[in-house]
């Protein structure tokens, strides 16, 4: 079966800005089917990493919410707190950060900040989900209590999956941290010492404690690690790198899983976004953001949540690689810049699993949203 996503490239004229736009797309993609009078609508973002800057623009997330209130539904801004030691791991921090990144009660059209899991990240909900690797899943409380929900994702590369869209932003970014911590605890990994320079950025935001340092170099406790990855994306000379293996499969499943726990209660009331653009090679949680490896492509929208992942990473693929970034090889249209990034990383294995326990499907109908013209 075929489903349609749209598409809306960046191209804006006097007739017609870019958020206006962006709320012509979403309307056409069909946002008002979910959504009913005082639904109290889940609108799922990346609010950023202190100092970082490649999360969606605010301006864009207004207008969505400004979208969703002309349906008379009732929005509010969410994410779940981070498993990482960071400025998003607490409710309080997390807010504060959202506020200094641009997303306050007034910015959004007085739309309020409610973090997914609570205070510190406890506040979940139990839902049984009999797959494969989980039998059930902890997700944030406040995803699976809203009536309605709205991923909307900033497509970019990802470590450990290949790259990050809606699939992530929804399994990862609504569970818990017992849900996070269940998702990684297979995933280990490995530290070059001979490349390590014993900054100690990995000791120090290991939320396991499971680093320290020995001879001024890193040493790791299997033991104690927890496979959050954090100490990957922290080191400043890539020195910590993941033990590729059998794990990574299962830990593409499990987040696939936890995708199925938010959405269970969720159908024909799930709606998704993605923006294709600032595509870096790593994740918004950074507190820095490296160069993008295409050029900006455009925004997406669907109901299908597998389907708009396969067209945002089909649209990246065709671009032809941006020179003096990180990535070097597959730079061609047509070739896999998420295997250029990260070559031990089968980033499909997320989609045939989604695809597999129902979530949707990988074939698509790209629907192309026409830029009006100029006034005369």
Avoid at 24 to 46: C, P, Q, S, Y
Avoid at 66 to 83: C, E, G, R, V, W
Avoid at 270 to 284: G, H, L, M, Q
Wanted: aromatic letters at 8%.
């Amino acid at each position: 079966m075929t489903v349609d996503v749209f598409f809306m490239d960046l191209e804006a004229t006097s007739r017609e800005n870019l958020p206006q736009k962006l709320s012509r797309l979403v309307k056409r993609a069909g946002i008002k089917n979910i959504l009913k009078e005082n639904d109290l609508t889940a609108v799922k973002i990346h609010f950023g990493e202190q100092g970082n800057t490649a999360y969606i623009r605010p301006v864009f997330i207004r207008k969505i919410i400004q979208t969703i209130k002309k349906y008379k539904a009732d929005p509010f801004l969410t994410d779940a707190n981070t498993l990482y030691v960071g400025a998003r791991s607490n409710s309080v921090s997390h807010i504060h950060t959202a506020i200094e990144n641009g997303f306050s009660y007034s910015s959004m059209d007085s739309t309020p900040i409610i973090i997914g899991d609570g205070l510190r990240g406890k506040n979940e909900t139990k839902v049984e989900v009999d797959q494969k690797n989980c039998k059930h899943v902890y997700i944030g409380s406040e995803a699976i209590d809203a009536n309605a929900l709205v991923s909307v994702a900033h497509f970019k590369g990802h470590a450990l999956s290949g790259f990050g869209g809606t699939l992530k932003n929804i399994g990862m970014g609504c569970a818990s941290r017992r849900g996070k911590l269940d998702m990684h605890s297979n995933v280990s990994p490995k530290i070059k010492r001979k490349t390590c320079i014993g900054c100690a950025e990995c000791e120090k935001h290991c939320p396991a404690g499971a680093i320290h340092l020995e001879e001024k170099k890193a040493y790791l406790d299997k033991n104690k690690c927890i496979g959050c990855a954090e100490c990957i994306v922290r080191c400043p000379t890539e020195s910590v790198n993941i033990n590729w293996n059998q794990t990574v499969p299962v830990f593409l499943e499990k987040m696939m899983e936890h995708t199925f726990g938010v959405l269970k209660n969720k159908e024909k009331k799930a709606f998704f976004i993605n923006f294709i653009t600032d595509i870096t090679p790593k994740c918004d949680c950074l507190s820095y953001s490296e160069s993008p490896i295409v050029n900006n492509v455009g925004v997406l929208a669907s109901i299908d949540p597998v389907a708009i992942d396969q067209a945002s990473a089909d649209l990246v693929n065709q671009q032809k690689a941006l020179p003096g970034t990180v990535l070097e090889t597959n730079l061609n249209p047509g070739e896999d810049k998420f295997k250029g990034l990260y070559p031990s990383v089968d980033w499909e294995h997320q989609l045939d699993y989604a695809q597999k326990i129902g979530l949707g499907t990988r074939e698509y109908n790209l629907v192309k949203l026409k830029t009006l013209s100029y006034k005369k």
